[in-house]
């Protein structure tokens, strides 16, 4: 008898309510007879950890169910993710329409590595609908963007999107790890194949790296494929973790958005901010399509504008190492980054002018603890000896439009 099966056994009639980590990078059958019903899908049961696992299966059926997908696959990163969702729907001679505000990893997959297969990718302000339109009318395979853009939080209008994506025969696919499917299902405004990278708000432990990928019908079928080709296989252990973050979601987002909505509110009337960006402030350039496609709340990453520039954000840094300098997002605590040296460090100035991001921008991921916590490690952050006057020039999303 095998290992495993002497363990089932001692079991008795009990059985574990938290469904157990499979750690096991193959499986064994009792004869080839079984092997060919598993193969063929006549029977369920695992061969080969790349090709599917247990934990993997459990995660992407909590995750499409969630998602409204009616398939879903989990990768080992949030960029494997976009990979499994892409790969399989572009071929040399196609063109991909994408947003000119992505995540700078998915940016390089179309500036850099795409075309070397022959596909090529326009870039548009995806809230330009006319220039969506006009990019479309050359026959596009993929149109590509993110609920809530990264750094400055820009909304897509993905029933727009998706309707004019569909006119032109194309599929609409979304980056939905800003919003999380807590606030936006993007399958259910029109899309066509969904991603998030569970690396941040699902996981939501920072201690975990996975993707999931969903979709409509049978339009991920050919993904897993691609997934297991590419080898973009998803740990066990991190999706048992990640289920783990999804039973906590729900919960921890509303408390995210809740504290950070009032976080927003209360960063403007700060002396040394000059600008907060917040996707449920009036002042932000999307906010009444935010609250269309965003009804159950505005998430849960914000931005500020340091009067000072990096000076400044080197002080904040120093001064508040309760709110800890790291460039991710999505942690139970509150974290913060600097997208013009992280994220977007190799974007070109130009770009970075034309986007807003300047020098004294600080994005926040706020966390689930007690706002007054939060902010009274963020009034240490903002304490400023009075600079030098020095004329700064803050570029604004809405000047940058
Ligand atoms: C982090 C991130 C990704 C990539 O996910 P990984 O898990 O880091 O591979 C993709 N899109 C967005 C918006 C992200 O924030």
Same mark, same amino acid.
């Given at each position: 008898?095998?290992?495993?099966?002497?363990?089932?056994?001692?079991?008795?009639?009990?059985?574990?309510?938290?469904?157990?980590?499979?750690?096991?990078?193959?499986?064994?059958?009792?004869?080839?007879?079984?092997?060919?019903?598993?193969?063929?899908?006549?029977?369920?049961?695992?061969?080969?950890?790349?090709?599917?696992?247990?934990?993997?299966? $459990?995660?992407?059926?909590?995750?499409?169910?969630?998602?409204?997908?009616?398939?879903?696959?989990?990768?080992?990163?949030?960029?494997?993710?976009?990979?499994?969702?892409?790969?399989?729907?572009?071929?040399?001679?196609?063109?991909?329409?994408?947003?000119?505000?992505?995540?700078?990893?998915? #940016?390089?997959?179309?500036?850099?590595? $795409?075309?070397?297969?022959?596909?090529?990718?326009?870039?548009?302000?995806?809230?330009?609908?006319?220039?969506?339109?006009?990019?479309?009318?050359?026959?596009?395979?993929?149109?590509?963007?993110?609920?809530?853009?990264?750094?400055?939080?820009?909304?897509?209008?993905?029933?727009?999107?998706?309707?004019?994506?569909?006119?032109?025969?194309?599929?609409?696919?979304?980056?939905?790890?800003?919003?999380?499917?807590?606030?936006?299902?993007?399958?259910? &405004?029109?899309?066509?194949?969904?991603?998030?990278?569970?690396?941040?708000?699902?996981?939501? &432990?920072?201690?975990?790296?996975?993707?999931?990928?969903?979709?409509?019908?049978?339009?991920?079928?050919?993904?897993?494929?691609?997934?297991?080709?590419?080898?973009?296989?998803?740990?066990?252990?991190?999706?048992?973790?990640?289920?783990?973050?999804?039973?906590?979601?729900?919960?921890?987002?509303?408390?995210?958005? #809740?504290?950070?909505?009032?976080?927003?509110?209360?960063?403007?009337?700060?002396?040394?901010?000059?600008?907060?960006?917040?996707?449920?402030?009036?002042?932000?350039?999307?906010?009444?399509?935010?609250?269309?496609?965003?009804?159950?709340?505005?998430?849960?990453?914000?931005?500020?504008? $340091?009067?000072?520039?990096?000076?400044?954000?080197?002080?904040?840094?120093?001064?508040?190492?309760?709110?800890?300098?790291?460039?991710?997002?999505?942690?139970?605590?509150?974290?913060?980054? &600097?997208?013009?040296?992280?994220?977007?460090?190799?974007?070109?100035? #130009?770009?970075?002018?034309?986007?807003?991001?300047?020098?004294?921008?600080?994005?926040?991921?706020?966390?689930?603890?007690? $706002?007054?916590?939060?902010?009274?490690?963020?009034?240490?952050?903002?304490?400023?000896?009075?600079? #030098?006057?020095?004329?700064?020039?803050?570029?604004?999303?809405?000047?940058?439009?």
């Amino acid at each position: 008898m095998s290992e495993p099966q002497r363990a089932a056994d001692a079991l008795g009639p009990s059985s574990p309510l938290v469904a157990p980590l499979y750690q096991s990078a193959v499986y064994t059958l009792p004869d080839l007879d079984a092997l060919d019903r598993v193969t063929d899908g006549a029977e369920p049961g695992f061969i080969y950890q790349r090709d599917a696992h247990p934990n993997a299966q $459990l995660l992407a059926a909590d995750l499409a169910a969630l998602e409204g997908a009616d398939r879903g696959l989990v990768c080992g990163s949030g960029m494997g993710a976009i990979c499994a969702l892409v790969l399989p729907h572009v071929k040399q001679g196609d063109r991909v329409v994408a947003s000119n505000r992505l995540y700078g990893r998915t #940016a390089q997959l179309f500036t850099q590595e $795409l075309p070397r297969f022959g596909v090529q990718t326009t870039f548009i302000d995806a809230n330009d609908l006319g220039a969506v339109r006009a990019a479309l009318q050359t026959p596009s395979r993929v149109l590509y963007a993110e609920t809530i853009s990264n750094p400055l939080l820009r909304v897509a209008d993905l029933p727009a999107l998706a309707r004019l994506a569909h006119e032109r025969d194309c599929l609409l696919v979304v980056d939905n790890t800003f919003a999380t499917p807590i606030l936006s299902r993007p399958l259910e &405004h029109g899309a066509d194949l969904v991603m998030e990278s569970l690396t941040k708000m699902i996981g939501g &432990h920072s201690d975990l790296m996975l993707g999931f990928a969903g979709g409509k019908g049978d339009l991920l079928a050919k993904s897993s494929q691609t997934a297991t080709v590419w080898g973009l296989v998803a740990s066990p252990f991190d999706c048992w973790l990640a289920r783990r973050g999804l039973a906590t979601l729900a919960l921890r987002q509303h408390a995210a958005c #809740a504290n950070a909505a009032r976080l927003a509110e209360w960063l403007q009337s700060q002396p040394s901010v000059a600008q907060v960006i917040y996707p449920g402030l009036s002042s932000h350039v999307d906010h009444d399509l935010a609250k269309r496609v965003l009804p159950h709340g505005f998430g849960n990453m914000l931005c500020f504008e $340091l009067r000072g520039g990096r000076e400044a954000v080197n002080r904040f840094m120093r001064q508040a190492p309760g709110i800890p300098f790291s460039p991710s997002l999505g942690h139970t605590a509150t974290t913060c980054s &600097h997208p013009g040296t992280t994220s977007h460090r190799y974007v070109s100035a #130009a770009d970075k002018e034309r986007q807003g991001i300047g020098d004294g921008l600080i994005r926040l991921s706020v966390g689930i603890e007690e $706002l007054s916590g939060i902010q009274s490690e963020m009034s240490k952050g903002l304490e400023q000896t009075p600079l #030098a006057a020095k004329p700064i020039s803050i570029a604004s999303p809405r000047a940058a439009r």
